[in-house]
């Protein structure tokens, strides 16, 4: 049976030890820290429990794609809930807007604070939408293995027909006026760390989705999804080394054939690393002739998305606020509009903004 050493138990190293095992190799998961899970992740403290990262499930068939490849039914690891409304909003005019992915009700909501902007609202999805049916099996369901499977005469038409030339809120823009409503549906590219004035216009699939496709919680939360993959991989027979950080990734002849643990070398047949990409190189492969194009320097020069400061507060009274319901998730305000970072933060130009985003979470 070949083995498999895959580094890193975040949702992708995860995911790929759950398949690989399913087809028969024999994998084995090596975390540095004391618990799974990566970006998303969990804090429990005095009696108050925080999901890290992620909050929210968008496009739930590809989590549960996963485990229907394993033959098992996902229903019985993933406790899903719709979220309506998707979520409140509430700007810096002190008015507020609920997105819902019920169409009669999200038309009744728009003409309610920008009744010019329905007809616009209903364009901007339909174009959005047709995009993203271009998109999905073209690009993104597409491995891009070398620079020929991207750089090539049907895929140069086939960007051209996505009309990604323009940024996410000049986009948004072109229909929609009410500035409240711009802004409801540009905030999102912030969920990957780039600002709708940067970047592309194909971004705003994310709003679209959330819109078209509904947005889930997950009983326990979204490290429901990281304990769910763990119960299925080692019920396959896989094998999880927590608290055991990999010190190297063994090369000859520009073949990995193994890692470096404990000053151990431990021969692999294939190794999958799922750590940060500069982190990997820079560590991992410290030799760089064996890294390529990818120096110390040119890793140096590297462009990084936006980062955040998060506070996770525990309190001892309720604090729901007046438009709070049960299945009611997000709840996003904002002081002064618009409520997402503009060109000149990503110029590092001192810039106050500010946001108040609380996360209700039902357990």
């Not at 083995?3 to 084995?28: C, E, F, H, P, W």
């Not at 909003?89 to 003409?111: C, H, M, Y």
Request: glycine letters at 6%; one cysteine or more.
């Amino acid at each position: 049976m070949k083995q498999v050493s895959i580094i890193g138990a975040g949702i992708g190293g995860l995911t790929a030890a759950v398949r690989l095992q399913k087809l028969g190799y024999n994998v084995t998961i090596y975390e540095q820290n004391a618990q799974p899970g990566g970006k998303m992740n969990q804090i429990v403290s005095q009696g108050f429990t925080f999901d890290v990262g992620p909050t929210i499930v968008m496009m739930k068939d590809i989590y549960e794609e996963v485990f229907r490849f394993c033959g098992v039914d996902p229903h019985n690891y993933l406790p899903f809930e719709e979220v309506q409304p998707l979520m409140h909003l509430v700007f810096g005019d002190q008015s507020s807007l609920d997105l819902s992915r019920d169409l009669p009700t999200l038309i009744a909501e728009i003409n309610r604070i920008a009744p010019d902007d329905v007809n616009g609202m209903l364009n901007f999805l339909a174009d959005i939408y047709h995009r993203y049916t271009i998109a999905k099996p073209n690009f993104l369901e597409r491995s891009f293995r070398n620079w020929r499977d991207f750089y090539n005469l049907p895929a140069l038409y086939v960007g051209l027909q996505l009309r990604t030339f323009n940024n996410a809120y000049k986009n948004i823009a072109k229909f929609i006026k009410n500035e409240n409503l711009r802004n409801s549906l540009a905030f999102q590219t912030l969920y990957i760390g780039i600002s709708p004035y940067q970047g592309p216009s194909l971004y705003n699939i994310i709003p679209m989705i959330e819109l078209f496709y509904g947005v889930y919680f997950l009983k326990g939360g979204m490290y429901t999804v990281v304990n769910s993959l763990v119960k299925l991989f080692k019920e396959q027979g896989g094998t999880l080394k927590l608290a055991t950080p990999v010190q190297e990734i063994i090369i000859k002849d520009k073949v990995a054939v193994g890692i470096r643990v404990n000053n151990h070398p431990i021969h692999s047949d294939y190794v999958l690393c799922n750590a940060d990409f500069p982190t990997a190189m820079t560590t991992l492969i410290p030799n760089e002739q064996n890294r390529g194009q990818y120096t110390d320097q040119k890793i140096a020069k590297m462009d990084y998305s936006c980062s955040c400061l998060v506070l996770y507060l525990g309190l001892d009274k309720n604090t729901q606020p007046k438009h709070y319901t049960r299945s009611t998730l997000h709840k996003i305000s904002a002081k002064t509009s618009p409520i997402y970072l503009t060109t000149a933060s990503y110029q590092k130009i001192p810039r106050i903004m500010s946001m108040f985003h609380q996360r209700w979470i039902q357990v």
